[in-house]
């Protein structure tokens, strides 16, 4: 039901960017980069090329892209094909984003929707392969959906909700997912924030798979938080502090940091690198000792 939903959902909102955009000549090419590893000596790389077939704008396109997958760790290897269909339009007051394809065997892809009023909504569902070495070798694929909520307090004060679930392809295990954000607004002119970052989760079969499943999670980071334009250049960067514990074991120090750069949108032509650490556990987690984790991301957009 959720891979139909997934591939009718934007091959239905591609048809109507195709018709939106009939008769332009624009078109663009983009790349999209990813690579991650962690202490368990776990690694994630991804590099995929698209070219969009109609290219309105950046919150506006359809096409192709293909991607090479490879997941590796301690003594094994495996890697993936992709190709996909994506795109991004809107419907009505509601912007989306998203892409439907698959690795010979599963349907993947990714689709989300957003309003753009202040109190903006958000509905996703993700599809993608299980990057553990059990995932990688048997082919499962993990699926995870929800929705969030930004909240506008006041002029200072804003704080967003989330809900999820999480499917891992293999077993009965179903993963709930609460997260929630509060922020303060610090020096607006100087685009620094304070911000509260909780997060908690619940495994409805715990250690059932070779990925971190206690039955349950809990953390909670203090992150100082800035973002500012520069000559047309937004600049980012995080830093948290905090507590992290799961169920029969005890608190534990949680850390993150985070750097961003995104580049003007100069005749649609944009790059964006996004880097950070957190030792807090991600999917491919054994629980095994000291944790860490580090990613870096590229995408890059050119439009002719």
């Known amino acids: 039901m959720i891979r139909t939903g997934i591939a009718m959902?934007?091959?239905?909102?591609?048809?109507g960017v195709a018709?939106?955009?009939?008769?332009?000549?624009?078109?663009?090419?983009?790349?999209?980069?990813?690579?991650?590893?962690?202490?368990d000596g776990n690694e994630t790389q991804k590099l995929a090329l698209g070219w969009d077939v109609s290219h309105r704008d950046l919150e506006h396109w359809w096409g192709a892209k293909v991607e090479h997958a490879r997941f590796s760790g301690d003594g094994w290897s495996e890697r993936e094909q992709r190709i996909y269909l994506a795109g991004a339009?809107?419907?009505g007051e509601w912007l989306?984003?998203?892409k439907a394809g698959s690795n010979g065997d599963d349907l993947l892809g990714?689709?989300?929707?957003?309003?753009?009023?202040p109190w903006r909504k958000e509905f996703f569902v993700e599809r993608d392969t299980l990057e553990t070495r059990r995932g990688a070798q048997r082919g499962l694929v993990q699926t995870f959906a929800g929705a969030s909520i930004d909240m506008p307090l006041s002029q200072r004060w804003s704080a967003t909700a989330l809900a999820g679930a999480q499917d891992f392809g293999d077993g009965d295990n179903l993963r709930t997912h609460l997260r929630g954000n509060l922020v303060f607004a610090l020096a607006p002119e100087q685009g620094l924030s304070l911000q509260l970052r909780t997060r908690y989760y619940r495994n409805s079969e715990a250690f059932e798979g070779d990925y971190?499943?206690?039955?349950?999670?809990?953390?909670?980071?203090?992150?100082?938080a800035w973002r500012r334009h520069i000559g047309g250049y937004q600049w980012s960067?995080?830093?948290?502090?905090?507590?992290?514990?799961?169920?029969?074991?005890?608190?534990?120090?949680?850390r993150m940091l985070g750097v961003g750069l995104e580049t003007p949108r100069w005749k649609d032509a944009w790059l964006r690198v996004d880097a950070g650490y957190t030792d807090t556990p991600v999917l491919a987690d054994t629980g095994?000792?000291?944790?860490?984790?580090?990613?870096?991301?590229v995408q890059a957009v050119m439009a002719f």
């Not at 990714?110 to 009023?117: I, R």
């Not at 971190?212 to 100082?224: F, I, K």
């Not at 095994?288 to 991301?297: K, L």
């Open 19 to 39: 018709r939106a955009d009939d008769g332009a000549a624009r078109q663009a090419l983009r790349a999209d980069a990813w690579a991650s590893s962690d202490a």
């Open 96 to 98: 989306w984003e998203g």
């Open 89 to 91: 339009g809107d419907l």
């Open 288 to 297: 095994a000792g000291r944790y860490a984790y580090r990613y870096v991301q």
């Open 110 to 117: 990714s689709f989300s929707v957003h309003s753009q009023d």
């Open 237 to 254: 960067a995080r830093a948290g502090w905090g507590r992290q514990r799961s169920a029969g074991d005890e608190s534990k120090r949680a």
């Open 212 to 224: 971190y499943s206690p039955p349950w999670y809990g953390e909670a980071l203090g992150v100082l």
């Open 9 to 15: 959902a934007l091959l239905l909102a591609c048809a």
